[in-house]
């Protein structure tokens, strides 16, 4: 689980990052961020609409993607991210899933995926 200083948790944030962050797609997600000052600590926001699936299906990519940004909290600051799920992440696989937040967050901080 995220701490709530990792947490984007206003409607106004949400809003912000989506409507005025930078952009990138993958396969599986869409991410927006925005940088913030260098010491904050990374704040990722997750969303995932219906058409993704049902309830449950909702709720389990929302925790897999919350559980893949976990470490990156320790290795990125100063950015806020928000990740939007595209249907095709309910039947991804962890490694496929993992994969892909770790490339999208590090793109959006500037820093090559390894």
């Known amino acids: 689980m995220l701490a709530k200083a990792n947490r984007v948790v206003s409607a106004p944030d949400y809003r912000r990052l989506v409507r005025t962050g930078r952009r990138s797609k993958g396969a599986l997600t869409l991410a927006y961020a925005r940088r913030t000052q260098p010491e ?31 470490p990156l909290t320790a290795e990125v600051g100063g950015l806020d991210v928000v990740l ?8 991804a696989t962890w490694d496929e899933l993992s994969g892909e937040v770790r490339r999208q967050v590090e793109t959006l901080a500037g820093r090559r995926s390894s």
Do not use: E, Q, S, Y
């Open 40 to 70: 904050d600590p990374l704040r990722i926001g997750v969303i995932v609409a219906k058409n993704v699936g049902k309830a449950v299906t909702r709720n389990r990519v929302r925790r897999r993607i919350k559980a893949a940004c976990f």
């Open 84 to 91: 939007r799920a595209l249907p095709p992440a309910r039947d």
